[in-house]
Each structure stands twice: as C-alpha cells, then as structure tokens.
C-alpha cells in the first residue's frame, strides 16, 4: 500500500492522533482525504474535506459511506475513554466505551470494507489491549481488547479482496485523552509517522513506543509476575 495518489477517510480527525492522520496523509501524496467528525465545522485542516461521521449512528456511517464512494485507505481512530471500572455503580459509560471503541469500529468498517478490495485498514488500538492498569481505565481496556481482536478477525474476513488490516498500538502519546498524566508523551505526529511507515510496509501490526513494546512482550509470563511489577515494566 502507497499512499502517495490514494483516496483516504479518517475517523475522529478534529484534534489528536485524528489530525496528525490527516495532515499526514495528505503531506504523503493522498489525493483526497476525507477527516471526519461529529461536528465537521471544528475541522480546520487545509486541504481536507471535512465530513460529518458519528461512529455510533448507523445513519450517519452509512450517509458517510454513500458520499464518499470507492476508498482505498480507512483509518479507524475514533474512540473513547470514560475512565469507567467495571464494577462500578452504573454500566452505562462501559457500554458506551464498547459502543465507540468495539461496536463504532466494527460498523464504520462493515460499510467501507466492500469499497476497500486492494485497499487498508489501519485499526488505532491500545497498550491497554493487552492489560489492566488501574480500575478507571478497565472499561476502556475491555473495549480496546475486543478491538485488537476484530482487527485480527477482520484481516481474515477480507483477505480474499486483498485489503491490508494494520493495527495501530500505542501507550502515551501527547493527546487530550492523555492530558492528565505528568508523565513523557509522545507527539502525536511522531506515532503517526510510525504508524503510516508501517502500513506502506505492509506490516500487520505497528508497536509505536517502548511501554507498548514491553507490556506485549510481557504476555507469554506468568500474569502473576507480570502484574507484580507493572508499573515498573512500562515506565521504569
């Protein structure tokens, strides 16, 4: 997959990681990027074509999807944290998390997987697909986990149309979902750097930062051992 002369879409662009996607693909050659939103009017990206998508709004994906037609690259970015436990009073904010992170994706990908044959996907998942850190985050780690699992799923299921389905994996990078750690982040231009190299390279998943690089090395240990010392494994 060569970026540079393709037609791209981009959930989730109005600020962060959906942004940088945006800029990039269009600095890489992309012909056309759609960067899509809620609220299209917050888009202020010279170049691209703003377009209202509510991941969680049946109608919305499948207007999206008429309007926009043949596409070669899909970037799934939009999602959610809602610092929810599991256990908490209420489920509302975990179903919400799935319904963005988990059930957004799933849709949004049903409605453009027949106009991508030849095409990619690029999935933007989560350290937190391959552990639970804090009791705030395990809603959204649930739902980031189920991700990582469609995507693989996915790759499968459109194989025969030769679409490439990338992941995208990442801890901390410098976004407002991240805002409130004082710990080092990185910038969200370099994990799309990463991200965009990988999948002109055809790799099947992109591991962007050295926390994420540990925490999936660390799952053929004993949970015990690894749980121990998490805190130590992703930021010592």
Do not use: C
């Amino acid at each position: 997959m060569q970026i540079n002369g393709k037609k791209a879409l981009v959930t989730g662009a109005n600020r962060g990681l959906g942004k940088a996607f945006v800029e990039a693909l269009l600095a890489r050659g992309a012909t056309t990027v759609y960067a899509t939103a809620r609220r299209p009017d917050q888009i202020e990206i010279p170049g691209a074509v703003p377009l209202r998508l509510d991941i969680t709004d049946p109608a919305s994906i499948e207007a999206a999807a008429t309007e926009v037609g043949e596409l070669d690259i899909l970037v799934n970015n939009a999602g959610i944290s809602t610092e929810a436990p599991l256990l908490g009073p209420s489920t509302e904010n975990v179903r919400r998390e799935f319904e963005t992170n988990f059930w957004g994706t799933l849709n949004v990908t049903r409605a453009f997987a027949p106009r991508l044959a030849g095409g990619a996907i690029l999935n933007v998942i989560s350290a937190l697909s391959w552990y639970t850190f804090a009791p705030a985050s395990n809603g959204y780690a649930a739902s980031k986990a189920a991700e990582w699992s469609l995507t693989n799923g996915v790759r499968l299921e459109l194989a025969s149309q030769k679409t490439q389905v990338t992941a995208l994996a990442l801890a901390i990078a410098d976004t407002d979902m991240m805002a409130g750690y004082d710990i080092p982040k990185l910038p969200p231009h370099e994990v799309v750097t990463m991200a965009l190299d990988g999948l002109e390279a055809g790799e099947l998943e992109v591991v962007a930062d050295a926390p994420t690089a540990r925490v999936k090395a660390s799952l053929s240990r004993d949970p015990a051992l690894f749980y121990a010392d998490i805190t130590a494994s992703l930021f010592g």
